[in-house]
T-cell receptor, first 115, second 111 residues
Framework: KAGVTQTPRYLIKTRGQQVTLSCSPI?????VSWYQQTPGQGLQFLFE???????NKGNFPGRFSGRQFSNSRSEMNVSTLELGDSALYLC??????????????FGPGTRLLVL | SQQGEEDPQALSIQEGENATMNCSYK?????LQWYRQNSGRGLVHLIL?????REKHSGRLRVTLDTSKKSSSLLITASRAADTASYFC???????????FGRGTSLIVHP
């Protein structure tokens, strides 16, 4: 099976712009989670989508949003970009919703630089 | 706040040596997972160990879990240069199944 794919891999934006990142999960996986990784804060959970519904949400401002399509592909959007949004954004998929027995499989990430 | 914290923050060893890294966490867990991340790339899942398990093996990897001490260890035996990466433990926190990651241990294996 193909792994989790994320597009684009690299992105440069300026403050105030918005950005949309895309994630295609492993075929058959229904849960997609997004994480932000920065040197200062480490890996932080953004949100989880399962069957097109946001199931869990991390502690991020409303500028961060996402959605999931019927084919389980997911997008996340960041509006009004700030310098601090520069990070590696990781997408992870799992067959079922996050639970005690679920293993997440991560994509290679999208590296976003905000100037 | 961080649920899991890895120790040491950095580890430098020679090829062929064993590498041990530890993870401590604060609250009761259902499972604990270890991941590897090569420089600036995605995470690769290594092992999931459940709270009722004490030890698991996968190839050169050995993970132990001590729920009484709220700690886990990852042992990589006969390390290789290709093992150079950051290693993270992840535990669910806050009564949910959302994994919370520690800051990671940066392992460098010198050829």
């Amino acid at each position: 099976k193909a792994g989790v794919t994320q597009t684009p891999r690299y992105l440069i934006k300026t403050r105030g712009q918005q950005v949309t990142l895309s994630c295609s999960p492993i075929s058959g996986h229904r849960s997609v989670s997004w994480y932000q990784q920065t040197p200062g804060q480490g890996l932080q959970f953004l949100f989880e989508y399962f069957s097109e519904t946001q199931r869990n949400k991390g502690n991020f401002p409303g500028r961060f949003s996402g959605r999931q399509f019927s084919n389980s592909r997911s997008e996340m959007n960041v509006s009004t970009l700030e310098l601090g949004d520069s990070a590696l954004y990781l997408c992870a998929s799992s067959w079922d919703a996050l639970g005690a027995r679920e293993t997440q499989y991560f994509g290679p990430g999208t590296r976003l630089l905000v100037l | 706040s961080q649920q899991g914290e890895e120790d040491p923050q950095a580890l430098s060893i020679q090829e062929g040596e064993n590498a041990t890294m530890n993870c401590s966490y604060k609250t009761s867990i259902n499972n604990l997972q270890w991941y590897r991340q090569n420089s600036g790339r995605g995470l690769v899942h290594l092992i999931l160990i459940r709270s009722n398990e004490r030890e698991k093996h996968s190839g050169r990897l050995r993970v132990t879990l001590d729920t009484s001490k709220k700690s886990s260890s990852l042992l990589i035996t006969a390390s290789r240069a290709a093992d150079t990466a950051s290693y993270f433990c992840a535990t669910p926190s806050g009564g949910s199944y959302i994994p919370t990651f520690g800051r990671g241990t940066s392992l460098i294996v010198h050829p």
